[in-house]
């Protein structure tokens, strides 16, 4: 069974790929909205609609849920973000101490990414209960995994890669 934060960082690459796939063919630069933004509205509300559903969240617990998990998300987001620029600067330029270092920023970087697990784990289980944050974290694998089968179409790998 996967970890939570392999989760997580499975299901931001699937929000980029998902995001890259019209931004290939969209015309409008990025701030704009155009296909891109309109893209990445489908899937949040999607995505909203499917954990909703599978957590099967009572109209009181959505109103108190939602605001917190957006929160969660906005700032697994940054610490994602961050992940991917360490990731990006490995270069052949770099010597073996540059290189450790990288490493040692990317491994405190997933440590912070498990701390705010931990920490919204502890805050969810306040508006909703347990067996629910459960159902949660299973919802976001199933979500994630019907995305990347989505990007994937017939006969894609993706799908069978997430597994």
Known sequence: MPSISSVFRLFSFAVLLLAAVPAAHAQDGPGR???KGQRLGQLENAKIAFITNRVALTQDQAQKFWPLYNEFSA?????NRGGRLLRRDVTEGMNDQQIRDNFNQAFAMRQQELNLEKEYFDKFQKVISLRQV???FQAERDFTKEVIKRVAGPGGQ??????
């Not at 993706?158 to 597994?163: E, S």
């Open 134 to 136: 459960a159902q949660l």
């Open 158 to 163: 993706a799908a069978a890669d997430t597994n």
């Open 33 to 35: 909205g155009g296909r």
């Open 75 to 79: 700032k697994r987001r940054e610490l």
